[in-house]
């Protein structure tokens, strides 16, 4: 008897607590159309920039506080925008073969946040796994939210990813034909 009172009296008690603090957890899917992914990859003579798009997309909020969030690209639209006729075509197909993201074996990447710190009133400092050419990294970055949008900027190692064509990582004696191993994402999100 004494065991069924006592665990009447914890059920009670947890269930009671439950109720009283209810998580407010909510997905919000990102509106691809509307959002926008650009990249910009720099050499020793210039730079290049372009685009790619986001094929899915999600925050994750308790009340208006961010949670979580998880992103899938489409490689396979990798787009040079600096560039036109010829020398863009040949940019865009380079870019997608196997010297650099082999689109036709990892037709896209993703982007998985596992940690999400508060670091303003709308800024967060995020840490997440961001796979590419089937290879996982850690990437830390901060994340501005106002409203139904969301922005980041993120710069991503690509010797991390095994993407090897002009990297000084990896060949020696490139001069002024290296291609710098880092590259920026700017993410601009509606959702």
């Given amino acids: 008897m004494k065991k069924n009172i006592l665990s009447l009296a914890f059920t009670l008690v947890f269930g009671i607590s439950a109720f009283a603090n209810p998580i407010d957890e909510e997905r919000k899917e990102v509106n691809a159309e509307k959002s926008t992914v650009t990249w910009k990859a720099y050499k020793v003579t210039g730079?290049?920039?372009g685009t790619v798009t986001l094929q899915s997309g999600a925050l994750d909020f308790d009340g208006d506080k961010l949670t979580g969030g998880e992103f899938t690209v489409d490689m396979t639209s990798i787009n040079t925008t600096d560039l036109e006729g010829d020398y863009k075509n040949k940019l865009d197909g380079h870019l997608k073969s196997a010297d650099f993201f082999g689109v036709d074996t990892h037709?896209?990447?993703k982007l998985v946040f596992t940690k999400v710190e508060a670091?303003?009133?709308?800024?967060y400092k995020v840490t997440g796994d961001l796979t590419i050419k089937g290879i996982t990294k850690p990437i830390t970055f901060d994340v501005s939210i106002y409203g139904s949008k969301a922005t980041a900027t993120l710069k991503v190692d690509r010797a991390e990813y095994d993407v090897?064509?002009?990297?000084?990582s990896f060949f020696d004696n490139l001069g002024d034909k290296t291609?710098?191993?880092e590259f920026d994402l700017v993410v601009d999100l509606e959702f």
């Avoid at 670091?119 to 800024?123: D, L, M, P, R």
């Avoid at 090897?164 to 000084?168: A, E, F, V």
């Fill in 179 to 181: 291609i710098y191993d």
């Fill in 119 to 123: 670091s303003g009133k709308n800024s």
């Fill in 107 to 109: 037709t896209t990447s």
């Fill in 164 to 168: 090897r064509y002009g990297s000084g």
């Fill in 47 to 49: 730079s290049h920039t």
